[in-house]
């Protein structure tokens, strides 16, 4: 098992005022190593923090998450820049590339932080560049590339550190119909590597590219749906009824 | 109604914005008016050389408008660039640019009203307070500085001009642009910038020719009409500097991986060379801001500071007595005079020098030509003369001398005067019981020689060339220590003799010929010249009095730089934080720790912290050796005491830019972290 989620429950609580707000509750789940996994919900139903949480990002109230033997919720502040660098991919959905930096640094940039030598940085993206083809783009700059480019370039920088897990936060969700499905192809085609992926998103059709997807409502995960061997097409028709579900009756 | 409303709504809602903005103006009005009600206040006229000194706030004023139109241009684009949005917003929701430019005109015209009621209103405040130091500077207490509207009125109107420019200006810029484009953000991208080597070429020859010329100076009337050739050259050139090498240097940089490549490195690096051509007028600013700070007040406390030295260096004695003749005729009739109206002059130094020769030195060879460069003047010194003041013996042959340069520098082993030559035997650097300075603002050189007889010749030679009716003689100066009544006593008596080489002194009835030790036309020369009279009280007073003028002047046109810079880097780190927010918020994500954000903003904002401050004191470095040949032109040669003020002068600026640089960085870090 790569990833274990255990009774994940996140409180916001605004500073001036007693008023709860509950993001996340009891959240469990685990992922297997080469799993590609979509966890869909409405905006508002926490995925985002619960991806935010896996990121590191966020520490929750309670629970754990544990990626590879190691609880994530336990790192020291100080410790976490180092640990999202050599252990997480991430992928977002305004890509966030850094304009002051050409294509090819943009994609060096989290092995630069790890003090990585030149050599093995310029190996691994000769490696990247036929799969993701970014050959042509690498000496551009971002603010040259279209929307789709650039989510190629950010999936190039979410990969060269060889990451354990890659997350990825609404990654189609700045880009055109077109631009989504050769996205999408793509991260199935990584996915079939091996590498294992997280996907937040509350497009059925971006999560009828996962194996698996994790419905999430309210805080809480309350279904979820296997691909197994169908069409992406079959599958997005089950999600979509699976949500139109969720939206009509009240989980409470 | 509905647009003045809405213009004071904006500035109102949008205050983060204004108030840089609205700042600069004020204290830009303020420091303007202070000069002016200086300037126009009554009791100028009483101060002693009020003419020069007038002057001198007259040319502040000057300096200090052109400076305040190019700030209040630079505040305003900046502000207009960050109100792009707004404008835009307003244009899609249906007002028509004509109707923007009325709103952005009511604002300024707002921003206008309020400068002057508040500039008006601190200035009186402050004039009180800015007139006990100028007072305490000058050393009198009789000045009484007034409010004056006719100051207000001035200063007013030259402000109205320099809003009406902007008013125009923000007429354009709203016209120019599409609303697409008025509502898009600035934040374009933009291509990594070429390096153009012929432009970094040009930047480095135009400084190398600016320092040359700094170098190459030779006398105070040189650097006065180089100054500003040479300051043109600098300014060009670190414009280009910053526009090309710093991109060149980056990019060298970025070529070597295994510099770049590395996490400090390649965040800075690529940041500056994204920055580099944006910035590159930004930093020119600053460099030049903060090296005219540095010239402003080291030349001005320098000059201050150096007057007791100097007079102390000139007057060997509290009164110095000059007669046009020869020292044994001078003392025999200076005694005569004194004792007869009972005077006592104490410890009295005397020595004969030849009559001036004033030419230019080329290679040894004096040439009868008025050229500014490097005018000197030549005094010839006897032997025997040498040796009564230092009581050392000397041996020189007929045809050898040895050289004094007492202003100036002197390296020739021969110098020739007409067709006399003369073998440098010895060149010597002081010359005891003798003043090493003089109120020439050209080189002084004194040439020791044998006897009179080799002198004589050449004073006829420069007399003839000269074209004067008058023989060339010698003149003798008397430095003796007198009380301030006998003193006086002894001025007036003196100013009815009038005399002339070896003439017979004559005494006459009326003293009206002034007494200044330079007037010395044909005709009053050949009627012969009352003996020259100066007091070291009555100099250190008029020197005071001007430098402390100049040093204040110094004082506010510096202060006034530093206010500058200090807003420019405001709106640099501003600008800066909001886009660098995005990219830090990156970093984080990407995996950068705080600490290491934090290390990495400081390494960039110290580079950014260092440059103007290193190039500046680089450039100050050349100035410098201008600004000892300037301040020289008005007496002084000190080279320490010039050094120590101008290395205090630097390190208290660093200081401040320093304090201002901490500051506004917070600024920068609030953006960033936010």
Redesign the interface.
């Known amino acids: 098992m790569l990833l274990q989620v255990s009774h994940l429950q996140k409180i916001f609580q605004t500073r001036f005022s007693k008023e709860k707000t509950v993001a996340l509750q009891d959240v469990s789940f685990s992922v297997e190593e080469g799993e590609y996994i979509a966890i869909m919900g409405e905006s508002g139903s926490g995925k985002t923090t619960l991806l935010n949480t896996l990121?590191t990002?966020d520490k929750p109230t309670l629970g754990s998450v544990i990626l590879n033997g190691q609880d994530l919720t336990i790192i020291k502040?100080?410790k976490?820049?180092?640990f999202?660098?050599?252990h997480l991919g991430?992928i977002?959905q305004d890509f966030?590339?850094?304009?002051?930096?050409?294509v090819r640094?943009n994609i060096?940039?989290?092995l630069?932080?790890?003090?990585q030598k030149?050599r093995i940085?310029e190996q691994r993206l000769e490696k990247l560049v036929p799969k993701l083809n970014i050959a042509d783009l690498l000496n551009k700059?971002?603010?040259?590339l279209s929307g789709g480019q650039k989510q190629r370039v950010a999936i190039a920088?979410a990969l060269i550190t060889q990451p354990e897990l890659v997350l990825a936060d609404e990654p189609t969700a700045a880009l055109d119909f077109k631009n989504s499905e050769g996205l999408l192809a793509l991260l199935e085609e990584i996915n079939d590597t091996g590498q294992t992926i997280l996907m937040v998103t509350h497009s059925a059709i971006a999560a009828s590219h996962a194996k698996r997807v994790l419905f999430i409502k309210d805080g809480r995960i309350f279904h979820q749906l296997y691909r197994a061997n169908r069409e992406a097409s079959k599958f997005m028709q089950e999600i979509s009824m699976t949500m139109t579900n969720l939206l009509g009756t009240e989980v409470r | 109604m509905f647009y003045v409303k809405l213009a004071s709504r904006n500035i109102r809602q949008s205050i983060s914005n204004f108030l840089p903005f609205g700042l600069s103006s004020v204290v830009m009005f303020l420091m303007n008016l202070m000069i002016a009600t200086i300037l126009f206040s009554p009791s100028l006229k009483k101060l002693p050389g009020a003419g020069n000194f007038a002057m001198l706030l007259g040319l502040g004023l000057t300096v200090l408008t052109v400076f305040a139109t190019i700030f209040m241009i630079y505040s305003y684009r900046f502000l207009l660039k960050r109100r792009t949005k707004e404008f835009g917003l307003y244009n899609i929701l249906g007002l028509k640019k004509r109707h923007i430019v009325r709103i952005s005109i009511l604002e300024l015209m707002m921003m206008f009203l309020a400068t002057v009621v508040a500039g008006t209103v601190l200035g009186i405040i402050l004039a009180k307070f800015l007139y006990l130091f100028l007072i305490h500077l000058i050393g009198e207490s009789y000045f009484d500085l007034q409010w004056s509207p006719l100051a207000v009125g001035i200063v007013t109107a030259i402000f109205a001009c320099i809003y009406l420019l902007l008013m125009i200006i923000s007429n354009i810029s709203i016209h120019r642009q599409s609303s697409l484009e008025l509502l898009k953000n600035a934040s374009k991208g933009e291509k990594e910038p070429k390096s153009r080597i012929i432009l970094a070429l040009l930047g480095l020859v135009s400084l190398a020719i600016g320092y040359y010329l700094a170098v190459t100076v030779v006398s105070p009337l040189d650097a006065l009409t180089k100054f500003f050739i040479a300051v043109l050259f600098v300014i060009f050139g670190t414009l280009l500097f910053y526009m090309s090498f710093t991109i060149w240097l980056l990019k060298r940089q970025k070529k070597n991986k295994n510099y770049y490549y590395q996490p400090k490195h390649f965040i800075t690096v690529s940041g500056m060379l994204y920055r580099m051509k944006q910035n590159a007028v930004g930093l020119a600013n600053i460099t030049i801001l903060v090296t005219m700070t540095f010239v402003t007040l080291a030349t001005t406390v320098g000059l201050f500071s150096s007057i007791n030295g100097f007079l102390g260096d000139y007057f060997l004695r509290n009164t110095l007595i000059n007669v046009n003749t020869t020292q044994q005729r001078s003392i025999e009739f200076i005694d005569q005079v004194a004792e007869k109206n009972g005077l006592a002059l104490n410890n009295k130094i005397v020595y004969e020098l030849s009559n001036r020769l004033t030419g230019a030195m080329n290679d040894g060879r004096f040439e009868n030509k008025q050229n500014l460069a490097n005018l000197t003047a030549v005094n010839f010194m006897t032997a025997d003369t040498y040796t009564q003041l230092t009581g050392n013996k000397i041996h020189l042959r007929e045809n050898e001398t040895i050289a004094y340069p007492a202003v100036g520098r002197f390296h020739e082993s021969n110098v020739r005067f007409w067709n006399h030559t003369f073998k440098v035997k010895e060149k010597i650097s002081e010359i005891r019981n003798f003043p090493s300075t003089s109120m020439m603002a050209s080189n002084w050189l004194i040439l020791i020689v044998n006897s009179k007889e080799q002198i004589q010749p050449i004073l006829d030679d420069a007399s003839k060339a000269a074209g004067n009716r008058y023989k060339m003689g010698y003149d003798t100066t008397i430095s003796a220590d007198l009380t301030a009544k006998d003193a006086k006593k002894f001025q007036k008596v003196l100013s009815y003799y009038r005399v002339n080489g070896n003439d017979p002194i004559k005494r006459i009835n009326d003293s009206e010929t002034k007494i200044e030790q330079d007037d010395r036309g044909e005709a009053k020369t050949i009627a012969g010249m009352p003996p020259t009279f100066e007091r070291y009280d009555d100099m250190h007073e008029q020197m005071t009095s001007f430098a402390g003028g100049f040093l204040f002047i110094g004082l506010i046109l510096g202060f006034t730089f530093i206010l500058g810079t200090a807003l420019i880097i405001y709106y640099k780190q501003i600008s800066e934080g909001e886009q660098d927010k995005r990219s830090f918020e990156i970093l984080q994500e990407v995996g950068l720790s705080k600490d290491e954000v934090r290390q990495t903003i400081r390494s960039q904002v110290l580079l950014v912290f260092f440059l103007p401050i290193a190039v500046a004191v680089v450039h100050f470095g050349f100035a410098f050796i201008m600004i000892q040949k300037l301040i020289s032109l008005f007496g002084t040669t000190r080279f320490n005491l010039l050094l120590l003020t101008s290395i205090g002068t630097i390190a208290v600026v660093a200081v401040i830019y320093y304090l201002i640089y901490k500051q506004t960085s917070r600024a920068y870090y609030r953006i960033v972290e936010r």
């Open positions: 990121a990002l502040e100080n976490l820049a180092e999202r660098r050599t991430f977002f966030n590339l850094l304009d002051t930096l050409s640094d060096f940039l989290p630069v932080l790890g003090r030149v940085m700059q971002p603010f040259e920088r």
